[in-house]
C-alpha cells in the first residue's frame, strides 16, 4: 500500500511541525535505488519510510504518455533514462533486465550502427565513408584504454579532449579526419556519458560493460517504478532539508522535511509554505543526485566534510551531465524521415555538437516519434529557451538533412529540462579529469554504520546507468541489514536465468519448423533425433504446417533470428517464469554473444500459445544444458507435447 502524505496550511501545518515518525530505516528519494532499496529492506522484515520531494516517483526515471489526439493511440515515452544498457549473460547478469522480463515489459533492441549519417548541410555519407570514421574512432578508443592502464597514472587524468589533440598530432591525421574523429567521439563517449570531451577525463572509460547489447522499454520504465514502489511506505511531496546522524537522535540519525510545498524560489529550490515533520530511525540511505547534494539543499549533522572528507570532495568534483531530449509525435503519415534506428549529423564547427543525435522510435518501437538529444553546455542553453523556440531549433537541423519542403511539425512535443528541476539539478554522472573511479567508492562508503549511500554516481561499475542504480540500493539495502541486525551481508545472489534450460531453444527450433525458411548459421548445431522424440519432432512438425526436418537448435549466441521464422528469442526472469513479451510481428531481433554451449538471452514471444509450442519442440528434443548435462524430458511433458501440438497452428510466427 503507498501511503501519500500531504500537509495543508495553518493549525496542520503547525501541527506537522511537531510530529515526529519512528522506523527502522529512512530512505531519503524515490527514484529507482531508492525504490530498490526500500523494496529489498522490506522484503527483509524491516521497517522502512520512503521520502521523496515530487508529487511522483521515479526521480530521473519519468514516463510518460503522448497520443496523436482523441481516439488515437497512446505512446508511451522515456524523458529520463531510456534504455537496458547491457541485458547481460549467465555469468554477468543485469537483475534490470530480468525485472522487465519478469514484468513482460516490451524490450527493443537498439543497433547503433543501423543509422543515416548527414553532414550539416544536408549530405549523406556513403556506407564505406562511415566505415572510415568508425575504423578510425576505433584505433582511438584503443589508444585511450592503452593510457587508462599505462604504468603513468597521470595518463588516465587527462581530458579525452587533450588525448584526441594528442593522438591526431601524432598520427598526423588532416583536418578533416581530426573533424570526423571529434563527431564520432561525441557520437560515442559525449552522448554515452553525456559529458563533453573537453571536461571528462580518460578514466571514464573505466567502467564495466555488460553484454548483450541494449534495449529500450517500449512500456517505458514506469511498470518497473510501480512494481518497486508496491508495497512501500511511501511520503511524496516530503522534501528532505536536513539530516542528522551523529547519534543524538536516540543512537541513530533524524531527517526533517518539509511537507506540502507551496511555491518554489526562482532560482528553482524548493519553496517555503510546507510545514516540517521529523522522522527518527536506526539508519538513512541517502540517494538524491550529486546535483542536489552539491547545492546544499540537504544539511548534514555533523558536515560530511568533517567525518568524511572524501566522500565531500567526491560530491564536489564528480561530473554533473546534463542530458535534453526534444521528443516529437508525429501522425503516421507524416513520418519524413530515414528507416534507422539512429540519425546522426556532423553538426557545423559554431554548433557546438547541437542537435547531432536522433533517435527513431518509429524503426525501433513503432511509434511515430523521433527524438533529438543535446549534452553539455548545449543541453544548458537550451533549458533557457521556449519548448517552442526548442522544437524550432530540432527542425532546422532537420531541415539540413532532408530539405525544409520535406520536414514535418509533429503534433505534440516535450522538451527536457533536467538541470534546471530542483530535485535533480542534472541527468547523470560522468568522471571528469583529474579523477578516477575511486570517486564512486568514496560517494557510496556508508558514514559512521548509520548513514548510507545509494544512486547511479555510488556504483563504480555501472555508474551512470539505471542497472547501476538499482544495483547500488540493493547493495545499500544488504550492508543495512548486516549492520542493524547481522543478516545477509550481499545481496543475495541472483536467481538462474533457466529455470528450464531447454525451452526457448525449443521454440526457436519449432520456428524454423514452422517456417522452414530459416537455414542455419554456421554456429548453430543440427540435432540429429530418434527413436520416440523423432516421433514427436514428425508430430511437432506436422502440426506446425512445415514439410522438411530436421529442426534445428541455437546452441550458442550471436545467432540473428530470422524476422520471418521467429520474430524473438526467450528467456526466464527472476521467479523463473517464462517472460512474454509481445513480440511484433516480422521485427528483427538480436541475441547476445555467448560463450560455447552457454545459452542466449533475450526477451519475447509470440503470446500465449508459445507455452504449447515449448512443451512440444522441447519432448521432440535433446540438448545441452549450460553445464553440459543432457537435458532430460520426463514422460508428463512428453504427454503435454502430444497434447499441445495442435496449438502449433494457431502460432502466428512460430
Not at 194 to 199: L, N, S, T, V
Request: glycine content about 10%; proline content about 5%; some cysteine.
Amino acid at each position: 500500500m503507498l501511503t501519500f502524505n500531504t500537509s495543508s496550511s495553518g493549525a496542520d501545518a503547525q501541527r506537522q511541525k511537531m510530529e515526529t515518525t519512528s522506523t527502522d530505516v529512512i530512505v531519503i528519494g524515490g527514484g529507482i535505488s531508492g525504490l530498490a532499496c526500500a523494496a529489498h529492506l522490506r522484503s527483509a522484515g524491516t521497517r522502512v519510510i520512503l521520502l521523496e520531494a515530487r508529487e511522483r516517483l521515479g526521480g530521473r526515471l519519468h514516463t510518460i504518455i503522448m497520443n496523436e489526439g482523441p481516439g488515437r493511440p497512446n505512446y508511451a515515452v522515456d524523458l529520463g533514462a531510456a534504455w537496458v544498457h547491457g541485458i547481460g549473460s549467465v555469468g554477468a547478469p543485469n537483475q534490470l533486465y530480468s525485472l522487465a522480463c519478469e514484468l513482460q515489459l516490451g524490450c527493443r533492441p537498439t543497433d547503433y550502427n543501423d543509422a543515416a549519417v548527414y553532414t550539416a548541410d544536408g549530405l549523406r555519407l556513403a556506407d564505406s565513408a562511415v566505415a572510415d570514421i568508425e575504423r578510425l574512432y576505433h584505433v582511438f578508443e584503443q589508444h585511450l584504454h592503452s593510457l587508462l592502464h599505462a604504468p603513468d597514472p597521470r595518463l588516465a587524468l587527462m581530458p579525452i579532449q587533450a588525448a584526441l589533440e594528442a593522438f591526431a598530432s601524432s598520427r598526423g591525421l588532416s583536418a578533416a579526419q581530426s573533424a570526423q574523429l571529434s563527431f564520432a567521439v561525441s557520437n560515442h563517449m559525449e552522448h554515452y556519458w553525456a559529458g563533453e570531451a573537453r571536461c571528462m577525463g580518460v578514466a571514464a572509460l573505466d567502467e564495466v560493460v555488460l553484454p548483450g547489447g541494449d534495449v529500450v522499454l517500449t512500456e517505458g520504465y514506469g511498470g518497473i517504478v510501480g512494481r518497486l514502489a508496491a508495497g512501500l511506505d511511501v511520503r511524496l511531496g516530503h522534501e528532505a532539508l536536513a539530516v542528522q546522524y551523529d547519534g543524538a537522535a536516540g543512537g541513530g540519525v533524524a531527517v526533517t522535511a518539509r511537507v506540502g510545498i507551496t511555491e518554489r524560489r526562482e532560482d528553482g529550490g524548493g519553496g517555503a509554505g510546507g510545514g516540517l515533520v521529523t522522522l527518527t530511525a536506526r539508519a538513512a540511505v541517502v540517494t538524491l543526485p550529486i546535483g542536489v547534494l552539491r547545492s546544499g539543499a540537504v544539511q548534514f549533522t555533523p558536515p560530511l566534510d568533517v567525518t568524511d572528507p572524501a566522500k565531500a570532495a567526491a560530491i564536489d568534483r564528480l561530473g554533473i551531465a546534463v542530458y535534453n531530449k526534444v521528443v516529437m509525435l508525429y501522425d503516421t503519415a507524416d513520418v519524413f524521415w530515414d528507416d534507422t534506428a539512429f540519425i546522426y549529423r556532423i553538426p557545423a564547427p559554431w554548433e557546438a555538437g547541437r542537435w547531432s543525435y536522433f533517435l527513431n522510435l518509429h524503426k525501433v518501437a513503432g511509434v511515430p516519434i523521433l527524438v533529438a538529444f543535446n549534452l553539455g553546455e548545449s543541453a544548458v542553453q537550451l533549458e533557457g529557451v521556449s519548448d517552442q523556440e526548442a522544437v524550432e531549433g530540432a527542425l532546422q537541423a532537420l531541415a539540413g538533412m532532408y530539405g525544409a519542403a520535406r520536414v514535418r511539425r509533429p503534433r505534440r512535443a516535450v522538451v527536457t529540462r533536467w538541470g534546471s528541476d530542483p530535485y535533480a539539478r542534472m541527468s547523470y554522472t560522468y568522471v571528469p579529469a583529474g579523477l578516477t573511479g575511486a570517486a564512486f567508492d568514496d560517494l557510496a562508503r556508508p558514514v559512521l554504520g548509520r548513514l548510507f549511500f545509494a544512486g547511479e554516481a555510488t556504483h563504480r561499475c555501472h555508474y551512470g546507468t539505471a542497472h547501476g542504480a538499482y544495483d547500488s540500493g540493493r547493495l545499500a539495502a544488504s550492508a543495512i541489514l548486516a549492520e542493524l541486525g547481522g543478516l545477509a551481508a550481499t545481496v543475495p545472489p541472483p536467481p538462474p536465468l533457466w529455470k528450464w534450460s531447454t525451452s526457448h531453444l525449443a521454440v526457436a527450433a519449432a520456428a524454423a519448423a514452422r517456417a522452414n525458411r530459416v537455414q542455419p548459421p554456421s554456429r548453430w548445431r543440427s540435432m540429429q533425433m530418434k527413436g520416440s522424440r523423432a516421433a514427436a519432432a514428425a508430430t511437432a512438425t506436422g502440426a506446425a504446417g512445415a514439410t522438411t526436418p530436421p529442426l534445428y537448435l541455437a546452441l550458442t549466441g550471436g545467432v540473428q533470428s530470422a524476422a520471418a521464422a521467429a520474430p524473438g528469442v526467450f528467456v526466464y526472469d527472476a521467479s523463473g517464469a517464462l517472460c512474454n513479451e509481445q513480440a511484433a510481428e516480422g521485427t528483427r531481433q538480436r541475441c547476445m554473444e555467448e560463450k560455447e554451449e552457454e545459452f542466449t538471452n533475450c526477451c519475447s514471444s509470440a503470446g500465449g500459445p508459445m507455452t504449447a509450442a515449448v512443451k512440444v519442440a522441447a519432448a521432440a528434443t535433446e540438448v545441452k544444458t549450460p553445464g553440459n548435462r543432457a537435458g532430460k524430458q520426463s514422460a508428463p511433458i512428453a504427454a503435454a507435447a502430444a497434447a499441445s501440438a495442435v496449438i502449433l497452428t494457431k502460432l502466428s510466427k512460430l
